[in-house]
């Protein structure tokens, strides 16, 4: 009776045995196809977000490369921009002609549209720091610009009823230097003359500030 009792519960725990490695290679099986299946979806997520960082830096790039194409523009035409305006305000006194005083003042006009126009076309890759300083700027450069369109039919004026006849213009050289000394010397008084050189410099200062953080 003990040897019956003996091998029904040797038989019992055996069959418990195989029953609970079963459950327990089942919960293992399991395990393993969540871990592969998280694995998986993991690997996906990481993925989609490499391919989104790659496009968002292909952007970034893109935009950067316009960015920088335009502000080199912009500063080149700053730089010549800002030698015609030394060229009339901070010449050497009695140095100017009428005729030079002409072409200065045509070239000062021509580079300030150059200028302008160029900003206003690429004004949407522009930083608030720069499209502010050239908003500070743009009032006091219309209004030198006015002055000089005013300055430069007046010579042409002047050239047209004297028939460009240089002895009834001016009569001698030295009197011509004198005049034109006189006008660029009363120009220079204005305010908005006075300020032009340090907003041109105050821009080429943001441009240059920018491309040094673009560049870090």
Request: aromatic share 12%; glycine share 2%; proline share 1%.
């Amino acid at each position: 009776m003990e040897k019956l009792i003996s091998q029904s519960l040797d038989q019992y725990f055996s069959d418990f045995k195989e029953y609970h490695l079963i459950i327990l290679i089942g919960f293992t099986v399991i395990i393993a196809l969540i871990q592969i299946i998280q694995s998986m979806y993991v690997s996906k997520k990481i993925e989609r977000f490499k391919n989104a960082l790659k496009k968002s830096e292909i952007k970034y790039s893109k935009y950067s490369e316009l960015q920088i194409t335009a502000l080199r523009k912009i500063y080149h035409l700053l730089a010549k921009f800002q030698l015609a305006n030394n060229l009339i305000f901070n010449s050497e006194p009695h140095s100017i002609g009428h005729t030079k005083f002409k072409e200065r003042i045509n070239q000062w006009i021509k580079l300030y549209v150059e200028t302008a126009s160029e900003f206003s076309r690429e004004k949407l890759l522009l930083t608030p720091e720069i499209k502010k300083a050239f908003s500070d700027t743009i009032g006091d450069f219309d209004e030198i610009k006015s002055i000089l369109i005013y300055e430069a039919n007046r010579l042409d004026y002047f050239e047209m009823e004297h028939q460009g006849n240089w002895n009834a213009m001016y009569e001698f050289e030295e009197f011509e230097l004198d005049e034109i000394n006189t006008k660029i010397s009363s120009l220079k008084e204005k305010d908005s003359v006075k300020k032009s050189n340090t907003h041109i410099r105050n821009l080429r200062e943001e441009i240059e500030h920018l491309f040094h953080r673009i560049n870090q």
